[in-house]
């Protein structure tokens, strides 16, 4: 089986500052781990994934995760937030020998403030 | 160039109705998926075409739901019977060789009242 847990329903920060939203996961073998995000009235759109090689995984829009095995983690990044980063995230995992099927996550709403 | 796109963009019926929800995905694409996404949760599996045939129907929540797609490209999503749990917005993705890159279209909101 595989699930992933979002913690956290809403994230706040101030533009300018750092972001991060937070994803663990569970698989039975290998994760392959993904983030997407959904804006108001629009489709999801993939921001970046994690199939192997480095743990830092850099993607759209300066967005960047950290995959961490020991604490079965895959947080998302940003250095520096922007207005228009407001959004749905959905992090998502599937098992490295299972389907192509993800599993997907509550989703984080991220609101960034002026 | 063109992205997934689904029709209608939004649908409103009554309990006990059939629908049709279609999706055309970016051509070229020979992966398809269909999930359903309820309100304050993630996208949830469906149904997943390679070509023509569904490689995996697991996510179909009952015999009420059926998907096909005959040619390869465009898959419909049929819903027969309509109860008011169906309500929610059902989105298409395709991807190419890269499965674990898909790209969903902007979503079919589905009311049954």
């Known amino acids: 089986a595989q699930s992933v847990a979002q913690p956290e329903d809403q994230v706040n920060v101030a533009e300018g500052n750092p972001l991060t939203v937070k994803c663990t996961y569970s698989?039975?073998?290998?994760?392959?781990l993904f983030w997407y995000v959904q804006y108001p009235n629009r489709g999801l759109q993939f921001l970046l994934k994690?199939?192997?090689?480095?743990?830092l995984v850099k993607g759209s829009y300066g967005f960047e995760a950290e995959f961490n095995k020991s604490q079965t983690s895959f947080h998302l990044k940003k250095p520096s937030a922007l207005v228009s980063d407001s959004a749905l995230y959905f992090c998502?995992?599937?098992?490295?020998?299972?389907?192509?099927?993800?599993?997907f996550g509550r989703g984080t709403s991220l609101i960034v403030h002026p | 160039g063109a992205g997934v796109s689904q029709t209608p963009s939004n649908k409103v019926t009554e309990k006990g109705k059939y629908v049709e929800l279609r999706c055309d995905p970016i051509?070229?694409?020979?992966?398809l998926y269909w999930y359903r996404q309820s309100l304050g949760q993630g996208p949830e599996f469906l149904i997943y075409?390679?070509?023509?045939?569904?490689?995996?129907d697991s996510g179909l929540p009952n015999d009420r739901f059926f998907a096909v797609r005959p040619e390869g490209s465009v898959s419909t999503l049929k819903i027969q019977r309509t109860e008011r749990g169906d309500s929610a917005v059902y989105l298409c993705?395709?991807?190419?060789?890269?499965?674990?890159?898909?790209?969903f279209g902007p979503g079919t909101r589905l009311t049954v009242l």
């Open positions: 075409f390679q070509g023509t045939g569904a490689a995996d």
């Open positions: 698989v039975s073998g290998n994760p392959y």
């Open positions: 994690y199939i192997t090689g480095d743990n």
């Open positions: 993705a395709s991807s190419s060789r890269d499965r674990d890159t898909q790209y």
């Open positions: 051509s070229g694409h020979t992966a």
């Open positions: 998502a995992v599937r098992d490295s020998g299972g389907s192509y099927i993800p599993t």
